[in-house]
């Protein structure tokens, strides 16, 4: 069975600015790494993945990310915030060879003028 | 409709009614998921189905009934809830292992 901690439940950060959400997986087997975004009031839109090869994968609306196995962490990034990236993300992994997804309790991203 | 739909969005009921939520997913997908979303706690997956056969119930109360007519629907039915099942109920529709898309959601209150 495989775990995901996120480290940070609430991160403040002013416009522009770089964020880093950090996160941690357990898992005894071969993981696919995912970042999500949830918007108010909507589902959960998929950022990145990983599932193998380069260990810096880019998502979209110029958020990346980096694979770590040594240090079982897939931490995402963004260089400048904009005002409408103020939402919940979601640090995910799965087993590759099944269709659960674990995920993480969710760290919440507020963007200030 | 594109991606995966869900409906109704807003579901009040008491404890004594029955209700189902509907999921649809437009992308041809042969796996689908409910996910329960309660504040402040992870996902916790309920039900995959893959190529509409249950392959995982992740000890989900009876009170929950899945069903999965064809690879493209999938409900959920509710009968005598208890007041801490009231969350947001996520369906997810995944070709294979890949990526899951999720629909809006079911906003439930249960009184």
């Known amino acids: 069975a495989q775990s995901v901690t996120q480290l940070d439940s609430q991160v403040p950060v002013f416009e522009e600015a770089p964020v880093e959400l950090r996160c941690n997986y357990s898992?005894?087997?071969?993981?696919?790494l995912f970042w999500y975004v949830q918007y108010p009031n909507q589902g959960l839109q998929l950022l990145l993945k990983y599932l193998s090869g380069s260990t810096l994968v880019k998502g979209i609306n110029g958020f990346e990310a980096e694979f770590n196995k040594s240090q079982t962490s897939f931490h995402l990034r963004k260089p400048s915030v904009h005002i409408s990236d103020t939402a919940e993300y979601f640090c995910?992994?799965?087993?590759?060879?099944?269709?659960?997804?674990?995920f993480g309790a969710g760290t919440t991203v507020t963007v200030r003028a | 409709e594109t991606g995966v739909t869900q409906t109704p969005r807003h579901l009040v009921m008491g404890m004594t009614n029955k209700k189902s939520l509907k999921c649809e997913q437009h992308l041809g997908h042969n796996a689908m998921y409910w996910y329960k979303q309660s504040a402040k706690k992870p996902l916790e997956l309920m039900f995959v189905?893959?190529?509409?056969?249950?392959?995982e119930n992740n000890s989900v109360p009876s009170r929950f009934s899945p069903e999965c007519p064809n690879s493209s629907h999938l409900f959920l039915h509710l009968h005598t809830l208890q007041p801490e099942d009231s969350a947001l109920y996520l369906c997810?529709?995944?070709?294979?292992?890949?990526?899951?898309?999720f629909g809006p959601g079911t906003r439930l209150t249960v009184l």
């Open positions: 189905y893959n190529f509409k056969e249950q392959t």
């Open positions: 997810a529709s995944s070709q294979n292992r890949d990526e899951q898309f």
């Open positions: 995910a992994v799965s087993d590759t060879n099944d269709y659960k997804l674990s």
């Open positions: 898992s005894s087997v071969s993981v696919y």
